[in-house]
């Protein structure tokens, strides 16, 4: 596609539900990225693949936190057990190779989760 | 550890006047990047304009420029002849020199434009 697309674009999930966010980067982009960007705050790293390699996971702030991009196309985030601290808007990047600087991001519109 | 500082939360300009966005930041990298990104309420990230920390020169794009200080670690971001489309969140970013490449961001400016 043209661009990175999100889905869903809002969420609302009782709080202990399991939730599922999706990431279509763009055609042929090798590296994604997953940011969590929690109300009046910039984004925070979450994860990052290249292909279908999840080559850091250090900013998942949980257990409860899991990505996978199977086909090293599609990247779901799932959040398990949900809780409040985790409402927050869940963006999407994706680039042709790595740094934002020498190949650029692509991000999304992101997904808003609100867990009541 | 890095870090990225924007110390003021609001700003406000009026239509055609320019106003400067302030940004500092840490990181023991010699060689590293830094970014300015808009995001409107749409929330997606549009990248305004970066600076790679080795060159001296300011980066320029058109309407915005940076004042880039290497020793100071700072990094602000000017924005001239200001128009109702640039009031947006402004986030300051550093990349991450490592593996990742990822971005580190700052808690952003609200910029409002005034007609």
């Known amino acids: 596609g043209a661009g990175v697309s999100q889905s869903p674009r809002y969420k609302v999930a009782k709080r202990g539900q399991d939730v599922a966010l999706r990431c279509d980067p763009i055609s042929g982009h090798v590296s994604l990225f997953w940011y969590q960007q929690a109300l009046g705050q910039g984004p925070e790293f979450l994860t990052y693949f290249q292909n279908e390699a999840q080559l850091d996971k250090s900013g998942l702030p949980s257990d409860r936190f899991f990505a996978e991009r199977p086909e090293g196309s599609v990247s779901t985030l799932k959040i398990q057990r949900t809780q409040q601290e985790d409402s927050a808007v869940y963006l999407c990047?994706?680039?042709?190779?790595?740094?934002?600087?020498?190949?650029?991001?692509?991000f999304g519109s992101g997904t808003r989760l609100t867990v009541v | 550890a890095q870090t990225v500082t924007q110390s003021q939360p609001e700003m406000s300009v009026q239509e055609a006047e320019t106003v400067t966005l302030s940004c500092t930041y840490d990181t023991s990298e010699s060689d590293y990047y830094l970014f300015w990104y808009k995001q409107p309420p749409s929330r997606q990230m549009i990248l305004v304009i970066r600076?790679?920390?080795?060159?001296?020169q300011n980066a320029t794009e058109n309407r915005f420029s940076v004042n880039f200080q290497k020793a100071a670690k700072s990094f602000s971001l000017k924005i001239s002849d200001s128009q109702l489309g640039d009031a947006a969140m402004y986030f300051c970013?550093?990349?991450?020199?490592?593996?990742?490449?990822?971005?580190?961001f700052g808690t952003g400016t609200l910029l409002a434009v005034q007609p």
């Open positions: 990047a994706s680039s042709l190779g790595g740094g934002q600087f020498n190949y650029g991001y692509t």
């Open positions: 600076q790679e920390a080795y060159k001296q």
């Open positions: 970013a550093l990349e991450d020199g490592g593996a990742t490449n990822k971005l580190i």
